[in-house]
């Protein structure tokens, strides 16, 4: 499975590890992708999402019906 949000499309960002003589070795920084379960009650049934801890506070906000929507308009799957 790899480290991105269904929601906001957040993936792993990519650069480099600096140290004081200046060397540089490759790093990776990973968003916090949580799995959440949440029930849908226009589609009678729970729907398990991969998330960033900031998606889980807009479905929070705006609530997971249109969570859904957006997610399904980005082209993901649920």
């Not at 499975?1 to 060397?23: E, I």
Request: aromatic share 6%; glycine share 8%; hydrophobic share 35%.
């Amino acid at each position: 499975m790899s480290a991105h949000c269904q929601l906001t499309g957040v993936k792993p960002v990519f650069g480099n590890n600096v140290s004081h003589s200046h060397r540089r070795t490759g790093r990776r920084w990973n968003p916090n992708i949580q799995r959440r379960r949440y029930w849908v009650p226009s589609e009678g049934r729970f729907v398990r999402l991969t998330l960033s801890a900031r998606a889980i506070k807009t479905i929070d906000r705006i609530g997971v019906e249109k969570a859904v929507v957006l997610i399904r308009a980005r082209g993901e799957r649920i």
